[in-house]
């Protein structure tokens, strides 16, 4: 059977469904909380051993609290592991760093097409760059329009070539006029994007890096009061596209912190009370369940099953019919 999402990506490519009905659809599904169901039987050190043991797990679902820690976690350490330079393009003119925003015109294509397209069509813009300028590294996230169509976010790190800026000025949310930079070589850019893009040098490096990881965490939690994050999650659920991607350097910041927490490489196991080493006992997953079947607290990620709340699964998935 299709998934939701795969279905609800057919009826956009019909043209049935439109982007807000996407939104409320992906609202509904993602409130549903459901749990992961598994069991093992209990190790001969422990009491009541041999009997079975059964836990429930949340599941995370792309918005849910379980999802944004897991997002937070994996962007953990960039920017913080990077050291704050600031570059002072007054003195030096140059940098190796931007900021990118490439948009998506909506006379193009519909906006299904644009969100199954922009994924092929970006990798083909960083290859055109890659032959133009060398290799770069980059970090990248979506957003939706609020007409629902796609565009990018990115930085790129270059490791051959270094743009000229020169300095500019544009309004923030409050109507002030705040300095930028931009460099000289943006129209060399232009050929290899069908729609308008920006571009920005980057002063500050970890201020660049953490101004991304911000937009990300806040396009990852689908509660947050900001409409274009609840459709950018729904049009990424939908058209199945990570919500972001990090290679290079970025990727290094983040091996370093691998390395920092795994410092030692001695192999390590756990001994039972009579010092002999505790055999595998892995756990098996015995399905999913709503929320509403074990009767849990939706803050509450872990839970040890009481008999009654397993025999109500049991008979939730008698009832649907899960075993066919």
């Given at each position: 059977?299709?998934?939701?999402?795969?279905?609800?990506?057919?009826?956009?490519?019909?043209?049935?469904?439109?982007?807000d009905?996407?939104?409320?659809?992906?609202?509904?599904?993602?409130?549903?909380?459901?749990?992961?169901?598994?069991?093992?039987?209990?190790?001969?050190?422990?009491?009541?051993?041999?009997?079975?043991?059964?836990?429930?797990v949340?599941?995370?679902?792309r918005?849910?609290?379980?999802?944004?820690?897991?997002?937070?976690s994996?962007?953990?350490?960039?920017?913080?592991?990077?050291?704050?330079?600031?570059?002072?393009?007054?003195?030096?003119?140059?940098?190796?760093?931007?900021?990118?925003?490439?948009?998506?015109?909506?006379?193009?294509?519909?906006?299904?097409?644009?969100?199954?397209?922009?994924?092929?069509?970006?990798n083909r813009?960083?290859?055109?760059?890659?032959?133009?300028?060398?290799?770069?590294?980059?970090?990248?996230?979506?957003?939706?329009?609020?007409?629902?169509?796609?565009?990018?976010?990115?930085i790129?790190?270059?490791e051959?070539?270094?743009?000229?800026?020169?300095?500019?000025?544009?309004?923030?949310?409050?109507?002030?006029?705040?300095?930028?930079?931009?460099?000289?070589?943006?129209?060399?850019?232009?050929?290899?994007?069908?729609?308008?893009?920006?571009?920005?040098?980057?002063?500050?490096?970890?201020?660049?890096?953490?101004?991304?990881?911000?937009?990300i965490?806040?396009?990852?939690?689908?509660?947050?009061?900001?409409?274009?994050?609840?459709?950018?999650?729904?049009m990424?659920?939908?058209?199945r596209?990570?919500?972001?991607?990090?290679?290079?350097?970025?990727?290094?910041?983040?091996?370093?912190?691998?390395?920092?927490?795994?410092?030692?490489?001695?192999?390590?196991?756990?001994?039972?009370?009579?010092?002999s080493?505790?055999?595998?006992?892995?756990?098996?997953?015995?399905?999913?369940?709503?929320?509403?079947?074990?009767?849990?607290?939706?803050?509450?990620?872990?839970?040890?099953?009481?008999?009654?709340?397993?025999?109500?699964?049991?008979?939730?998935?008698?009832?649907?019919?899960?075993?066919?």
């Amino acid at each position: 059977m299709a998934s939701l999402a795969g279905y609800l990506r057919e009826l956009a490519d019909k043209g049935t469904f439109d982007f807000d009905d996407i939104v409320r659809k992906y609202e509904s599904w993602v409130s549903e909380d459901k749990y992961m169901v598994l069991a093992h039987e209990r190790e001969d050190w422990v009491s009541n051993a041999g009997e079975w043991e059964y836990i429930a797990v949340k599941c995370a679902k792309r918005g849910n609290d379980v999802y944004v820690s897991r997002v937070d976690s994996r962007l953990y350490g960039i920017g913080r592991n990077v050291p704050d330079l600031q570059q002072t393009f007054h003195e030096n003119p140059f940098t190796p760093m931007l900021f990118v925003t490439l948009t998506y015109d909506t006379k193009l294509c519909s906006f299904s097409e644009a969100w199954q397209r922009i994924g092929v069509e970006f990798n083909r813009y960083r290859a055109n760059l890659r032959k133009k300028y060398g290799k770069f590294s980059v970090m990248r996230t979506w957003e939706s329009y609020e007409n629902g169509h796609p565009h990018v976010h990115a930085i790129l790190i270059f490791e051959e070539k270094k743009f000229r800026v020169f300095p500019s000025y544009e309004e923030n949310r409050n109507g002030e006029l705040k300095l930028i930079w931009r460099i000289h070589e943006k129209e060399e850019f232009e050929p290899f994007w069908h729609s308008w893009q920006d571009i920005k040098a980057v002063y500050n490096v970890r201020g660049g890096l953490n101004y991304l990881k911000k937009y990300i965490l806040k396009c990852a939690e689908y509660s947050h009061d900001d409409k274009k994050g609840k459709q950018t999650l729904a049009m990424c659920w939908v058209f199945r596209k990570k919500a972001f991607y990090v290679s290079g350097h970025f990727r290094k910041a983040l091996s370093d912190l691998i390395r920092l927490i795994c410092s030692s490489k001695t192999h390590k196991v756990q001994l039972n009370l009579f010092s002999s080493e505790l055999k595998p006992n892995s756990w098996r997953v015995l399905g999913f369940i709503n929320i509403s079947i074990i009767d849990v607290d939706a803050e509450t990620w872990t839970v040890e099953l009481t008999t009654e709340q397993i025999n109500a699964c049991y008979a939730e998935w008698e009832r649907v019919k899960y075993y066919d």
